[in-house]
C-alpha cells in the first residue's frame, strides 16, 4: 500500500511499499515503508506538522 502525508507547510510526501500504517496515535502517526528518497524505515511523523493523511487505494 501507499500512504501520503500532506503537511502544515504545503508539502507532501508519499510512502510506497508500506507495511504498518497507524493513523490512531494521540500524538503521532507511525508509518513503516519506503519514504520518497527510497529509504526504508519506520517513521512517526507528529500530528502538530500534518495537514492530512491517507492511505492511496488501488
Given at each position: 500500500?501507499?500512504?501520503?502525508?500532506?503537511?502544515?507547510?504545503?508539502?507532501?510526501?508519499?510512502?510506497?511499499?508500506?507495511?504498518h500504517?497507524?493513523?490512531?496515535?494521540?500524538?503521532?502517526?507511525?508509518?513503516?515503508?519506503?519514504?520518497?528518497?527510497?529509504?526504508?524505515?519506520?517513521?512517526?511523523?507528529?500530528?502538530?506538522?500534518?495537514?492530512?493523511?491517507?492511505?492511496?487505494?488501488?
Amino acid at each position: 500500500m501507499s500512504v501520503v502525508v500532506v503537511y502544515r507547510d504545503g508539502s507532501s510526501e508519499t510512502f510506497t511499499e508500506v507495511t504498518h500504517f497507524d493513523a490512531t496515535g494521540p500524538t503521532s502517526v507511525e508509518i513503516t515503508g519506503t519514504d520518497s528518497s527510497g529509504v526504508s524505515a519506520s517513521w512517526w511523523i507528529p500530528w502538530e506538522i500534518i495537514k492530512k493523511v491517507g492511505q492511496i487505494l488501488k
